[in-house]
Every structure is written in structure tokens, then in C-alpha cells.
């Protein structure tokens, strides 16, 4: 049974930092191109970062480039999200996704296997 299980969110304030994990299990995560999405209220599910198999050429959404960081550890089964200098239009459920055999799409439906989420809430 494949699971994807978001961890590290919560409340801040504008220009603080979070890291965001998600663990995997139940596929071959070394194979799995891995990529957060996220989505505020009322908004449709935007591309955040993706990073492919072997962890180089990531893809970053122009909206977060330069503050946060995709970064994988394949011993781990693990995929993370470094977020800085955070901004109150940061706030949304952020979620982990995995493509088996992808190469780090921007686009969700490439996908297959999605988490539950986490929250992010930035205050200014």
C-alpha cells in the first residue's frame, strides 16, 4: 500500500522558516520522481518544486525560487521542503506527490501517488 505522509507544518510569521518531510513507503521511492504541490482556499492546486530521480536538475514554481529548497534522501524514503523567508501568500495545505518514473513534471497530473497534506499559515 503505497503512503505519503506530510510532516512539519505550521503557524509562522512572515520571514520565518519551516522544513516540510514526507515519508514515504510501499513503492520504490529511488524511482519516483517527488514534487510538492500546494493549495489555498479557493484556489486550484499550484506547483511548488519538483526534484527527479537522482536528486539534480530541480524545477522550482518562479514564486518560491530563491527561498525554498527540494531535497530527497532515498536511504530515507524521504522527501523535503526547506521554506524561507516566508510570506503570508505562502499560506495553503502543501502536498507531497510521487511519479514512478518521472522526471519531475510541473504538471499534477502526472502524479500518481499524493499525501493528505499539511498546513502552512503564515501571519504578517
Known amino acids: 500500500q503505497v503512503q505519503l505522509v506530510e510532516s512539519g507544518g505550521g503557524m509562522v510569521q512572515a520571514g520565518d522558516s519551516l522544513r516540510l518531510s514526507c515519508a514515504a513507503s510501499g513503492f520504490t521511492f529511488s524511482i519516483a520522481a517527488m514534487a510538492w504541490f500546494r493549495q489555498a482556499p479557493g484556489k486550484e492546486r499550484e506547483f511548488v518544486a519538483a526534484?527527479?530521480?537522482?536528486?539534480?536538475?530541480?524545477n522550482y514554481a518562479d514564486s518560491v525560487k530563491g527561498r525554498f529548497t527540494i531535497s530527497r534522501d532515498n536511504a530515507k524514503n524521504t522527501v523535503y521542503l526547506q521554506m524561507n523567508s516566508l510570506k503570508p501568500e505562502d499560506t495553503a495545505v502543501y502536498l507531497c506527490?510521487?511519479?514512478?518514473w518521472g522526471a519531475g513534471t510541473v504538471v499534477s497530473a502526472a502524479y500518481e501517488y499524493w499525501g493528505q497534506g499539511t498546513q502552512v499559515t503564515v501571519s504578517s
Open positions: 506527490a510521487a511519479d514512478i
Open positions: 526534484i527527479p530521480r537522482s536528486g539534480g536538475n530541480t
